[in-house]
């Protein structure tokens, strides 16, 4: 993440060529015929993928490497072609960031009671590649403790199909995604960066490595936690990812691009006629057979290019996979008639399945900062100057990652005062159902078999509760920045009308567990300390804020209260647990009550790991292609009318037939002449 503070609002650039395109859906220019309009699409896909965002199109790229499998994608945001650039440029993410713009859905949390009723904004992407194509580009790979103990959860049910959320099995499908690049020997040196290269995956195709500019202070940071007792770490990624370390940034070193799902999954692709992404197309619901009893089975997807647009639907032939992420997945559920029915009933959707955990177990990460005046180059700094070296390829991919996951026994001074601690969080476990906003029985169960692995599990291990994150992206500041790791507050998000175009009420509940507000005022104060200790206290002058005025805990608390704000790092709205618990996917990412619609993003952990969720998300979305694809590998469903061994060509995409509707066929005009277009430009580009 990085201080909402220092991001820099910039209005966009040109949008992608044409007048001539069609009003609501345009093509965009790469990959080649894979990005479409939807007078371009077929009346029915194997596979619908609702949301194109990380997990998405992932999921897109994986399925239709058989080519007998056809997928649509559909996507509420834009291709980001326009804004390709700066998406690009990974220090863009701050100096032109796209939150606040038509590339964020700009949420706001309801007023948070034990924030001095603050709404908290919570951005999220909207665009092609979602909150990756416009995030910190952090890549960091949560701890095996929490993996192991997220597939525990599930194995009561299923232990057999749990193990695809195993440690080992994660690990090989966050390996799958990536492709690891050394920093050079002088980026190594000077940032102190450690990390061993044979636990990173080697020909996946999300780039990540170390920027190309660094900054002594790096590498001081190393020592300054190891003066403070906490350990170095040169092996980050195979499971104990606790420590002090810099870490990787989703970054590509051929020419210090953002690696994100789009670039890294869809772009290169040749032109793959079982695949369509169809942009600026909002999902309002899943269609389902009538008379379905017991299992729902999904027959299509409706969707429209805004609120008032005619909705159109597409036919389903296998599976809808929502990859909506963390709002979007549970919102289509509820809009769909799938959640809890007092949400429903009072949102004016009919009931079709009654599932109370959807939009449930929201979990997030809370963080701020304490900020020094500093008389060292900070990047933001250098970029404000707007000298030479600011306007290096290299430079410009500075992105912040000195990072350190600090365990509960150091964040409170001692082993004395963990026990103490996780004492009054075990003696606070009945009486804390009663913070959770659903007192619905099977959610209740969720929460007290989340908490009980977070008192029992990650507290006496040496996961970090508590992260530090260096910040140098302000000029003449430095800032060292703690978050809150396990919450044991939990909120929920849902529907108040039945339009998908109306935001969902998310109240994250924060604060609403006491001990979420120790982790946050210890964290704070060691951030001073560490900031204040050798050697990094070379770098630091005055403190900003909260400023020497705020000593005591009583003083920490009331400052904090009002700064603290998300890290964007939501969860678990569709979490993964056994129904009676408040489970909305079980360990196959299938939606109890439906026999076709599974779930595959952020949403499904069970509770949040102390680790940004980019990397777990990857191996998420890689995992469930192999569980999709093996399924229907080894048991072809014999009435289908799309097999896996050739679709029917009524599912098959044809990247070059006619509008089959015809309300679009006025787009067939334009249609042609972009084509021409792209191809005389691809032409160009060749020479
Ligand atoms: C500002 C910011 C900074 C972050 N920094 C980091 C970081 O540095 N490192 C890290 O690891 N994590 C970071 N995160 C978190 C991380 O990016 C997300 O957790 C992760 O990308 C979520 O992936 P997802 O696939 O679940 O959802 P998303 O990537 O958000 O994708 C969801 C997609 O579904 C689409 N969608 C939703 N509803 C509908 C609908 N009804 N119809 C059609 N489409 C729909 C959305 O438009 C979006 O494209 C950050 C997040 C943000 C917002
Ligand atoms: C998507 O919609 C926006 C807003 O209407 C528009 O500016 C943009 O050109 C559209 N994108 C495409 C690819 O059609
Ligand atoms: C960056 O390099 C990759 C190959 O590693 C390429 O696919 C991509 O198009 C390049 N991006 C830009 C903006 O040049
Ligand atoms: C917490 O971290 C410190 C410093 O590395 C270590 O000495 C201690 O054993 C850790 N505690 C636990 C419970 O692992
Ligand atoms: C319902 O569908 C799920 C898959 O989502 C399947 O595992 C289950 O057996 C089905 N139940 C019935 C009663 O058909
Ligand atoms: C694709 O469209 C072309 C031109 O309209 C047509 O000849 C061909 O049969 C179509 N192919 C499929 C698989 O529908």
Redesign the pocket.
Known sequence: MWPLEVLSLTLLGLASSGSCLPHHYTRALTPRGIITNNGDIADKYDFVIVGGGQAGLVLASRLTEDASTTVLVIEAGDSGDAIRSDLDTPAFAYYKSKLGSSYDYGYKTVAQSKLNNRAISWPRGKLLGGSSAINGMYLVRPSQVEVDAWSGLIAEDDSSAASAWSWSSLHEAMQKSEVFTPPSDEIKNLGGIRYDASKYGTSGPLHHSYPGHTFSQYADWHTTFENL???ANGDAFSGNN??VYIAQSTINPQNWTRSYSRSAYIDPLPPRSNLAILVNATVTRLVFADGSSGNLTATGVEFATDRDATKRTVSVGKEVILAGGAIGSPQVLMLSGIGPKDVLESAGVKVLSELPGVGQHLQDHLSTGVNFKTNVETAGGIFSEGSSLAKTPEFLSFVNSATAY?????LLGG?DA?AAYRKTVADAMESSTSLVPSQNQEVLAGYKAISDVVANKLL???IGQAEFLLSMHAAGQIGVQAALQHPLSHGRLYINSASAFDAPTIDPNYLAHSADLTIMREGLKMARKIAQTAPLNKAVGDEISPGPSVQTDAEWDEWLVNQISTEFHCSSTCSMLPRNKGGVVNAKLQVYGTANVRVADSSIFPFTFSAHLMAPTYGVAEQAASIIRGFYNAAPPSNSNSSPSGSSSSSQPNQTNQPKNAAVSGHVASWTSWTLLSSFLLALLAL
């Open positions: 007792g906490v350990p606790w420590g600090v365990n509960l026994s150091t082993d963990a006496p291990s040496s």
